[in-house]
């Protein structure tokens, strides 16, 4: 049975720190490690209470909940908490599990946390006593398991041949596999699992494998199983450098 997932408030409004508290302390599958009303202070505390879940408001002073976002352990999966409907997107971008919208009912917390249980089981071999990987590093690993059609399939890793974000979904396209897999996990979980030696973001949307690239385009974009796949220009200069470091001369 699956270990309590150790998790971390942080918002600047006590009510809505206790309100969590309670939900917290009414649900088995958590553990609270600590509750912050100021995030500058969560921030510092984070790499030592290496938390799985954090509950995190974004309309905060100082240091915004999205900012801080960008700043945790790898490992830590976030939960935004906010009373702002227009965040929601925002919170996508920097693949959070989950937004709650304010007040949030204990049906939607529980709803969020059975993701976030989802995400981490989802890691064949997950320690969930603690997060013990350090920030940006990836298990060895040939394989993992995702949820598809409500049960768990084991994908080998040289199998992959690109990812695809849509949104809260992800679409596993497979060599040995005519249709994709369709899984309900972020593309930073999957991104999180696959060691960087062997694929690489080009797109907000899509991993490839690399030795499943077939050519590259005159415009830099790559082509795999006749799937074109474009290289965006936040990933332009590491795919580049790639290319340069594996190209005969």
């Not at 997932?5 to 009414?26: G, H, Q, T």
């Not at 088995?28 to 509750?35: E, F, G, K, R, V």
């Not at 912050?36 to 938390?51: G, N, Y």
């Not at 937004?99 to 939607?108: M, T, V």
């Amino acid at each position: 049975m699956m270990e309590p997932l150790r998790c971390v408030i942080v918002d600047d409004e006590p009510l809505a720190v206790k309100m969590l508290e309670n939900f917290v302390a009414r649900t088995p599958a958590l553990s609270l490690a600590a509750s912050f009303t100021d995030s500058v202070e969560a921030l510092s505390r984070l790499s030592e209470l290496r938390p799985h879940l954090l509950f995190l408001d974004i309309q905060m002073p100082d240091l915004d909940g999205l900012s801080l976002s960008r700043m945790v352990p790898s490992q830590t999966r976030i939960i935004f908490t906010t009373a702002f409907k227009q965040y929601a997107f925002e919170s996508y971008e920097v693949s959070a599990l989950d937004f709650l919208l304010k007040p949030i009912r204990y049906q939607k917390f529980l709803e969020a946390v059975g993701k976030a249980q989802q995400w981490f089981s989802l890691t064949e071999g997950q320690q969930m006593s603690g997060v013990t990987a350090a920030a940006g590093s990836v298990p060895d690993r040939q394989a993992f398991f995702v949820k598809v059609d409500g049960k768990m399939q084991k994908v080998s890793l040289p199998d992959i041949r690109y990812v695809e974000g849509m949104k809260d979904y992800v679409l596993l396209h497979l060599a040995s596999e005519p249709q994709a897999l369709v899984t309900h996990i972020t593309m930073k979980s999957v991104e999180d699992q696959l060691p960087a030696d062997r694929f690489m973001r080009v797109h907000r949307s899509f991993i490839v494998a690399l030795d499943k690239i077939d050519s590259v385009t005159r415009d830099g974009d790559i082509l795999i199983a006749g799937r074109l796949i474009p290289v965006t220009d936040t990933y332009r200069a590491a795919f580049d450098a790639y290319l340069q470091n594996h190209s005969l001369r």
